[in-house]
């Protein structure tokens, strides 16, 4: 299996959700009981990646490396870059040319939060995947607000269009991509949409010309909650403390995963649990090392 990187795209300025984002990254902006880019970064956390690039405005950048520094205390190998104006998701693949290197890559959105049984094992059969591009899938029932796949019978993808006026398709193309390493010379051709920007929909149409674009259907048992408003931010929060209240399990605590993946030892962990004590989640820390055997 070829390296993988991760870059979590936390750009743009959150008009939706003003006055949250006036001086505030949407993406530092809580989900229950953390802040909404701990769950991207979880994401690709299960994927098993480890060097992960973060990509956000001039004004919001430094408040991301307060909050997760270098990544050490997790087992992460974190860097930062500056995006001076939104100019498109696959401008990403650009500004991360120097980061990716020769290794392939996996790109998800700082607003998107993924949940459901055996996710881990899809991501990383994906990444065993030498060549192309892999997406994911999710019925939505407003398909003229999203990038929309359509495909065949057989399930292959035949067609993808950013929020179409007609129906062609329910299947809205999530937050989370994985590419092959041409994607940085791909991003390089893409001509600018008529809002001037570099349009995902733009770079998987041409690894869909090539036939070399894979999906795949997330459903029944599945969550994928996009926080672009106000409603959906506390969607997205009464989900996560539903699903943590009722199982007595955290989503996207990213010390638990890297313990468990063996980034990080219990001496590790137990110097988080200092810097949360006297907070419900630091005691959920603390059980991690009392039951762990």
Not at 81 to 93: C, D, N, T, Y
Not at 219 to 246: M, P, Y
């Amino acid at each position: 299996m070829k390296k993988f990187k991760g870059i979590i795209l936390a750009g743009g300025v959150g008009s939706r959700l003003r006055p949250l984002t006036t001086v505030l990254s949407k993406q530092l902006l809580p989900i229950y009981d953390k802040p909404m880019i701990f769950y991207p970064l979880s994401v690709l956390m299960l994927a098993g990646i480890k060097e992960i690039l973060v990509i956000s405005s001039e004004d919001h950048i430094n408040m991301f490396k307060d909050l997760l520094g270098d990544g050490s205390r997790i087992g992460l190998s974190l860097d930062y870059k500056v995006q001076l104006e939104p100019r498109g998701i696959a401008e990403a693949f650009i500004l991360a040319e120097d980061f990716i290197g020769d290794s392939s890559c996996s790109l998800i959105l700082g607003d998107n939060i993924f949940y459901g049984p055996s996710f881990t094992k899809l991501m990383k059969s994906a990444m065993r995947k030498n060549l192309g591009a892999e997406i994911f899938t999710y019925p939505v029932k407003n398909p003229e607000d999203f990038g929309i796949l359509k495909s065949d019978q057989y399930g292959k993808p035949t067609d993808i269009v950013e929020k179409p006026s007609k129906y062609i398709s329910n299947l809205a193309i999530t937050g989370l991509y994985f590419f092959d390493n041409d994607c940085i010379e791909l991003s390089k051709k893409i001509v600018p949409s008529k809002r001037g920007e570099l349009e995902i929909t733009s770079l998987l149409n041409i690894y869909l010309k090539e036939k070399k674009l894979s999906s795949n259907f997330l459903g029944r048992g599945f969550a994928w909650l996009d926080t672009g408003s106000h409603d959906s931010l506390i969607d997205a929060g009464l989900f996560v403390k539903t699903i943590e209240n009722r199982q007595g399990q955290k989503i996207a605590c990213i010390e638990e995963i890297a313990f468990n993946n063996g980034w990080i030892d219990e001496a590790q962990l137990k110097n988080q649990v200092n810097l949360y004590k006297k907070t419900e989640y630091g005691n959920y820390l603390k059980s991690l090392l009392e039951n762990n055997p």
